[in-house]
């Protein structure tokens, strides 16, 4: 069974840091692109960050030099490092692999940045 589980969110004040973890079914995950989304209240769901099974990454405008994708393929694991953190991020992040089709999502995590 394809599955994806989400893990790390939580409440932070603005500036701080956390760091997501996805643990996806390796059938999704091997050889793959994976990427992080979110969505927060009354919005589209919006690409943050992806990263190619070779390790080549690229992250939205909005969270350029503050959030970092990374993967360990051994661990079937992908992971989003999110520094100087601002209100504005405040959403659920889910990932996903967003070439395989029909896509699949996993309950996401909820990331609330305080002021």
């Known amino acids: 069974q394809v599955q994806l589980v989400e893990s790390g969110g939580g409440l932070v004040q603005a500036g701080g840091s956390l760091r997501l973890s996805c643990v996806a079914s390796g059938s999704i995950f091997s050889g793959n692109a994976m990427g992080w989304y979110r969505q927060a209240p009354g919005k589209a769901r919006e690409l943050v960050a992806i990263?190619?099974?070779?390790?080549?990454?690229n992250e939205a405008d909005s969270v350029k030099g503050r959030f970092t994708i990374s993967r360990d393929n051994a661990k079937n694991t992908v992971y989003l490092q999110m520094n100087s953190l601002k209100p504005e991020d405040t959403a659920v992040y889910y990932c996903?692999?967003?070439?395989?089709?029909?896509?699949?999502w996993g309950r996401g995590t909820l990331v609330t940045v305080s002021s």
């Open positions: 990263i190619t099974s070779g390790g080549v990454t």
């Open positions: 996903a692999a967003p070439l395989v089709t029909p896509i699949v």
